[in-house]
């Protein structure tokens, strides 16, 4: 993950091994992909109540349990009602 440099001060979605999507912004990182998120939320997903954003703060995720970062489109989060989304949560990854 040494391409993370890019992606600091920005907003970005983590989706970890447990099935969890996080988003914040990327405060930093270190040679084992752990990363610093600054001003976090949870977002979790429900067929029945949309997504739900559980404030996290500042938040350290450990690099073995990231599957997954990417940017967010800020102007296309902003635009998205959540409440109206609904999806099944992500299951847990299993190896």
Known sequence: MSSLQGYVDRRVL????????????LAGYD???NVVLSDSKER???????????????????????????EIDEEKDKETDLSTVRAEPLPPIRY
């Open 14 to 25: 983590l989706i970890l091994q447990d099935g969890r999507a996080i988003i914040g912004t």
């Open 31 to 33: 040679q084992k992909s």
């Open 44 to 70: 979790v997903y429900s067929m029945d109540d949309g997504v739900e954003e559980v404030p996290l703060g500042l938040y350290l995720v450990k690099g073995d349990m990231i599957i997954l970062i990417g």
